[in-house]
């Protein structure tokens, strides 16, 4: 008898997989067979995920949330999906509920054909609703540079005499202790400003 594996993914550091892993419970009771990363469906070296692969086998269950936590666009989906198949490895997608049932013995290819036609719906709908984003992204940041707001970084706010002292502080003129008198800022606040104006150099 195979294992159930789940996995779950966001595409970055500051989202959460807590949605995801509620609901692979149900289907995963051990955690150690689920496999996350926070990392862009880009990235084919996701570490959990090829931890994953390197774990499962013929027989085995993978358990996922939606479809495009495989991957970002269709035909990266695509291919994960005939590996797991060529693998023997079952893929249920909770999402859609026909990926989650079980037929009898030899009438696998009447679920097979529905399961393709549906994945190849939503993963085409998945990657125009990506490509959507980001050409409102791209239009968005148009519109907001042809109205001259500043993008990215907020602009760094130092006491006019600072590039002076920081000179002097530099070049051994003064300490940074008078440095920090002269511009009457805190220890903490001082080098934290230091390291902020460095990377801008």
């Known amino acids: 008898m195979g294992i159930n594996f789940g996995y779950t993914r966001v595409s970055t550091k500051e989202q959460h997989l807590d949605r995801q892993y509620e609901a692979l419970k149900p ?52 291919q994960y999906l005939q590996y797991f198949k060529d693998e023997g490895i079952r893929v249920k997608i909770i999402d859609l509920p026909t990926t989650m049932q079980d037929v009898p013995e030899g009438q696998e290819w009447v679920i097979d054909m529905i399961n393709n036609i549906i994945i190849e719906v939503y993963t085409s709908i998945a990657q125009q609703e990506r490509e959507t984003l980001l050409q409102r992204q791209a239009e968005g940041i148009a519109v907001a540079k042809a109205k001259g707001k500043h993008l990215g970084r907020p602009k760094l706010e130092l006491p006019e005499e600072w590039g002076k002292l920081y000179k002097q502080w530099k070049s051994g003129k003064i300490t940074a202790v008078a440095f920090m008198d002269m511009i009457d800022m805190k220890k903490p606040t001082f080098y934290k400003k230091v390291k902020e104006y460095e990377a801008t150099l």
């Open 27 to 78: 289907y995963v009771t051990n955690d150690k067979y689920i496999y996350s990363d926070k990392a862009s469906g880009k990235d084919m070296d996701r570490e959990g995920f090829q931890n994953m692969l390197k774990a499962m086998r013929k027989g085995d269950t993978l358990f996922i949330k939606s479809i495009d936590r495989l991957g970002r666009n269709k035909e990266q989906i695509k």
